[in-house]
């Protein structure tokens, strides 16, 4: 075969290759240029999937030759190829952008290792968004995860290791609940191929052993996803990861769960089990209602700007899970726009975090008190990124959120109450991230505060990071004038998921 | 005699509960991840359990011409992995614990809550 | 050339003020010419919609059937036409006073007024509600360093107000009403005769109603006015902008273009559950009124003021008959030319005496006549006297109102011009009649010619309208799809 047929492969190939090559590499410099490049070619990688996908077709690649449904089959749709390119950009941007503050956080021998960590993350969350074998999403699954409890645990203070452990302790539980799931699945069908199992289900005659499954697996996935109230986990993770760790995995980790969840509800148990559908809407809704509310509530009372950022993921992790629970085709598009979108937002803010850590060493909301004086470009970019988080027009967040509204009048009466619900959260979005805007641009630099915003020799981060974030700020305006292209593949993605719900 | 046979599954879910319970109740962060391993092994045994074909042997074929009845391989191939998966967890876990004694001073999760709030 | 060029040349505008902002000259210099430019642009489009051309202009496919795009119609030719003409203005006017009170960060200031008069022009221009929608926002975030210029505790306090209003009225209720008609209508496309017809009626069309009305905080009818006294603390040129030039009247011109394009008058008008906004915006009315007989500082009188005028707009458009609409318009131009007077010689004190206060006025027309004789031209204006503009609006308003046999907006407007006149008429009489207060504060002459120059021109442009008014009325009944006046 010609390389060319091996494309769809290469994105989980390559990092994967590439991980032990970066962990050897001396000195260290070489071993983040490894990474670097490892994560540019998969994004590269991604693109290619990613246009190839853009008419709607799927890619498909038997591993070691063996045809599905008995070897592992990689199966690209557009979902998998938009959470991949999500994945390999902001692993490339995050890289990028982080190697100043890698190189002072980390202690110098780790740091090849680290680098390969990270490699390891890439490869298992590219495996997880194009696989399409149900015991090889666990395997990428955990592959991610244990990369993931790695490099969290580089983060420069001990809180880092408590968050971690819990990470671990909660990210094990839910993996182990998938597997539960799944084994019941393969119970009943003998498979493990996605497509295989949906068509082999619709013969089973005994379902309770399903039903148990489809608990199993929405609520192991569920919690590794940190949907509310599953979410412990995570605001303490983001917070004391170092600033790129958090920048990349927020940008895609739980998105590549939720991509999981969307597979295996909407195309094996909905077209199966009679009223999978009602019973996949009444459990969603309400989480991702609570998670909204929630999510939003907490943000505006923390006062640490990492954790409260990561309290305002889960409430957009509740408006992806809002656009899948009305299981029709605006909801689904609305659900995976949203996705990429939050990713770019969410990404862009946590970049510019890392810009501002090469000056401050915390992060409470009055280190960042004047920043904006001395980092203008910076604070600049994470403002546009906060807009696109609000959904102000002409930003990326917009676009998803119009169509996360359309979607929901589209529910009848109940959705003035779903459409009261977003436009509240959003406006409770407008006061947490007014809370850092507005003293980082103008209050004066506290005294007290740990970080150095006073000191005189504080300037703009190094033109590198700096280009990094602005272009990620960018991107967000960039996707909200010409969403043409994550909305193809939305719209793909959202026929692909409902072509089996009957 | 329904209830009585579906014994392995009653294991699994005993073996289940116990290491959920020691991961929830405990205190201690080593016991934590006891409970963990208690957790993830109960679901080893499920796999296990689920290949087995009644009256199979081994599925060692050593005469192609022979319709013998064996156990499913696969459960037992994908469980392999999973085990795997469960020792790194465990390693990691425990090289963690190692990381907090070292900071913390103390392997006992309220005492470490306690250190964080205060500083 | 395509009609975006009229945004594009305010935003080329900002970038160069950015690029030479360390060279105040040149700045100021390309400052002048680009509203130059711009007004000549706007000129030369405004002669294409007068003889009845629609220039139209897609930037691309934002939503399925809905573009970025902008299509000029009288109505926001007019619009376009004060804010890039008055822009020349305030430019003039800003570099008297910048200069006059050593403000700092001036290049900031100049570029963001650069930003926010392209998103004017984007709101004038828009062929439907999500192109306004954008430059909506755009415009309010773009002012918001403005009205936070000062940047102490106190300023930045009351520019969140500013913010924290208009953000949430356009996130929480017009951004909602947008996409409930875009679900409703299929369409946000600016059509004659409304998008509306047929696809919503009964109560859900006045609550509709009132999700725009409410939501376009920039309005401020009340509840939600709070945010223009709040906006006081900006400097002066700032505030001839927000109420003059860009902000309210993107706001009340949003509610007009959106009853005569959306919902089409007549479909309204045969709704009886769309009455509610007369009320409303006579309570508004009245109520601004009585609250500005009460204020001894001049910049919050005039704010108060303000208030009670956009609602006279959003009053006349509410009446929903030909000629009321065409008074809604031409109350925007007449009301911009006077508040904008008001506004200038407002500055013209306080640069040249540091005066606020309505008290200190005293006798102060002895020392700035100029200043004080546009000051009272555009005073008269508000109140509807003969020879102003704001006499030309009140009679179309009212001739609207006598068609349609509204006799409680009829009741209201001779109300509040009684009123205006109870608060306009003192500060008159103290400032010509009344005798200095001893001592002053600084011994002062006229305020810095660039500023006079620029308060007597609108002061003239306020008595100018109401001689030459026939272009302005002919254009808009095009508005409203009649000849007749």
């Known amino acids: ?502 | 005699m329904e209830i009585l046979g579906l014994y392995n599954y009653w294991v699994f879910g005993a073996l289940l509960m116990i290491g959920f319970f020691a991961l929830i109740a405990r205190q201690n962060l080593v016991k934590k991840l006891l409970g963990l391993s208690i957790f993830q092994s109960a679901v080893f045994l499920l796999y296990i359990s689920l290949a087995k074909v009644e009256g199979g042997t081994a599925p060692i074929i050593l005469d192609p011409t022979a319709a013998e009845i064996f156990s499913n391989p696969l459960p037992q191939v994908l469980i392999l992995t999973a085990i795997v998966v469960g020792i790194s967890t465990t390693a990691l876990g425990l090289a963690i614990v190692v990381r907090i004694r070292e900071a913390y001073d103390t392997i006992e999760d309220d005492e470490i809550r306690r250190l964080d709030r205060r500083s | 050339m395509s009609v975006a060029t009229a945004v594009w040349i305010p935003l080329a505008g900002a970038l160069l003020i950015a690029l030479t902002g360390r060279w105040p000259n040149v700045r100021e210099t390309i400052t002048i010419l680009t509203a130059i430019t711009l007004a000549a642009f706007v000129y030369s489009v405004g002669v294409e919609v007068t003889a009845g051309g629609r220039p139209t202009a897609m930037l691309g496919e934002l939503l399925p059937g809905v573009s970025i795009g902008f299509k000029v119609e009288p109505l926001g030719l007019m619009f376009g036409t004060i804010a890039s003409g008055l822009w020349i203005v305030a430019s003039l006017y800003s570099i008297g006073y910048m200069r006059g009170n050593k403000e700092h960060h001036q290049t900031r200031f100049y570029v963001c007024f650069a930003i926010a008069i392209a998103a004017a022009l984007g709101i004038a221009f828009s062929a439907n509600l999500l192109t306004l929608f954008l430059f909506y926002e755009i415009l309010t975030i773009s002012t918001y360093p403005l009205v936070a210029h000062k940047g102490d505790a106190k300023t930045i306090a009351a520019a969140r107000v500013y913010l924290g209003i208009l953000l949430a009225t356009s996130i929480g209720l017009f951004l909602p009403a947008i996409i409930w008609t875009y679900h409703a209508a299929g369409t946000l496309d600016f059509v004659q005769g409304g998008i509306l017809a047929g696809a919503v009626s009964g109560p859900a069309l006045g609550f509709l109603l009132a999700l725009y009305v409410f939501g376009v905080g920039k309005a401020a009818v009340m509840p939600v006015h709070r945010w223009l006294p709040a906006a006081m603390v900006a400097p002066t040129p700032v505030s001839a902008l927000l109420h003059a030039v860009a902000v309210v009247k993107a706001g009340v011109f949003t509610i007009v273009k959106v009853i005569v394009y959306t919902f089409g008058i007549d479909h309204l008008f045969a709704e009886p559950s769309s009455a509610w906004l007369t009320y409303a915006a006579a309570f508004t009315i009245i109520a601004a009124s009585i609250v500005a007989l009460r204020q001894t500082n001049l910049k919050r009188m005039l704010a108060y003021s303000t208030i009670g005028q956009l609602s006279y707009v959003v009053l006349a458009a509410a009446i929903l008959k030909p000629l009321s609409e065409i008074g809604a318009a031409v109350h925007i131009v007449a009301h911009a030319f006077g508040k904008i007077t008001l506004f200038f010689a407002a500055g013209a004190i306080y640069t040249a005496s540091k005066k606020t206060e309505l008290h200190e006025l005293a006798g102060i027309a002895r020392r700035m006549p100029w200043t004080m004789t546009a000051f009272t031209i555009g005073a008269l204006s508000m109140i509807g006297v003969p020879p102003t503009a704001g006499f030309v609006s009140k009679w179309y308003i009212l001739a609207g109102a006598f068609q349609s046999d509204n006799y409680f907006a009829i009741f209201t407007i001779i109300v509040s011009t009684v009123l205006n006149a109870a608060y306009f008429l003192p500060v008159i009489f103290l400032a010509w009649l009344q005798p200095e207060q001893t001592p002053q504060k600084k011994d002062h002459g006229e305020a810095p010619l660039f500023i006079v120059v620029a308060l007597t021109t609108t002061a003239l442009l306020t008595l100018g309208l109401f001689f030459f008014n026939q272009p302005l009325i002919d254009l808009e009944a095009q508005v409203v799809g009649r000849g007749e006046r």
């Not at chain 1, 390891?120 to 409890?149: P, R």
């Not at chain 1, 408590?162 to 003998?190: D, E, N």
Request: proline content about 5%.
């Open chain 1, 1 to 502: 075969m010609s390389l060319e047929a091996h494309i769809p492969a290469l994105p989980v190939i390559v990092p994967l290759l590439a991980a032990p090559i970066a962990a050897y590499l001396r000195p260290r410099h070489l071993a983040w240029a490894a990474a670097t490049l490892a994560s540019i070619a998969s994004f590269a990688i991604a693109v290619l999937l990613a246009l190839a996908t853009r008419d709607g077709s799927i890619h498909r690649y038997a591993m070691g030759g063996w045809p599905a449904p008995f070897g592992i089959e990689l199966a690209i749709d557009s979902l998998g190829a938009l959470v991949l390119l999500i994945i390999t950009g902001a692993s490339t941007l995050a890289i990028i952008a982080g190697r100043e503050t890698i190189e002072r956080d980390i202690e110098p021998h780790r740091q090849p290792l680290f680098y390969a960590a990270w490699l390891m993350v890439v490869a298992g969350l590219a495996g997880i968004a194009i696989t399409g074998d149900a015991f090889n999403v666990f395997v990428f699954m955990e592959i991610s995860s244990l990369a993931t409890y790695v490099v969290i645990a580089a983060g420069s203070d001990r809180q880092a290791l408590t968050a971690v452990f819990k990470y671990l302790i909660m990210g094990t539980i839910g993996a182990t609940f998938y597997l539960i799931g799944v084994g019941f699945v393969y119970m009943m069908t003998g498979t493990l191929n996605f497509a295989d199992m949906q068509a082999r289900l619709a013969d089973i005659p005994y379902v309770a052993p399903v039903h148990l499954a489809a608990a199993f697996i929405i609520v192991g996935l569920a919690l590794k996803a940190a949907v509310f109230p599953l979410h412990a986990w995570l605001p303490n993770a983001y917070a004391h990861a170092p600033h790129a760790v958090t920048a990349f995995i927020a940008a895609c980790s739980t998105k590549v769960t939720i991509l999981v969840l969307l597979r295996f509800d909407f195309v094996v148990f909905m077209g199966n089990i009679a009223e999978h559908a009602t019973q996949f809407a009444l459990f969603v809704m309400p989480l991702a209602l609570l998670g909204i509310l929630f999510g939003s509530g907490v943000a505006i009372f923390e006062t640490n700007v990492k954790r409260l950022l990561g309290y305002s993921s889960i409430a957009q992790l509740g408006y992806i899970l809002l656009g899948a629970s009305f299981v029709d085709r605006a909801g689904l598009l609305a659900s995976v726009l949203h996705i990429f979108n939050h990713a770019l937002a969410k990404g862009a803010l946590f970049l510019a975090i890392v810009a501002l850590g090469h000056h401050l060493t915390r992060f409470e909301i009055r280190d960042l008190h004047g920043i904006g004086r001395r980092m203008p470009w910076t604070l600049g970019a994470f403002s546009i990124a906060a807009l696109s988080l609000v959904g102000v027009p002409g930003t990326a967040g917009f676009i998803s959120k119009w169509y996360l509204i359309v979607a929901a009048f589209g529910q009848g009466s109940l959705g003035l109450v779903l459409v009261g619900v977003i436009v509240a959260s959003s406006l409770m979005a407008v006061v947490y991230l007014w809370r850092i805007l507005e003293p980082a641009w103008f209050a004066a630099a506290d005294p007290v505060a740990a970080g150095a915003a006073d000191d005189k020799r504080v300037g703009e981060a190094p033109v590198g990071v700096l280009a990094v974030v602005l272009l990620a700020a960018a991107l967000n305006v960039w996707f909200g004038l010409v969403p043409a292209f994550p909305l193809e593949l939305a719209g793909h993605a959202a026929d692909e998921l409902l072509r089996h719900v009957p």
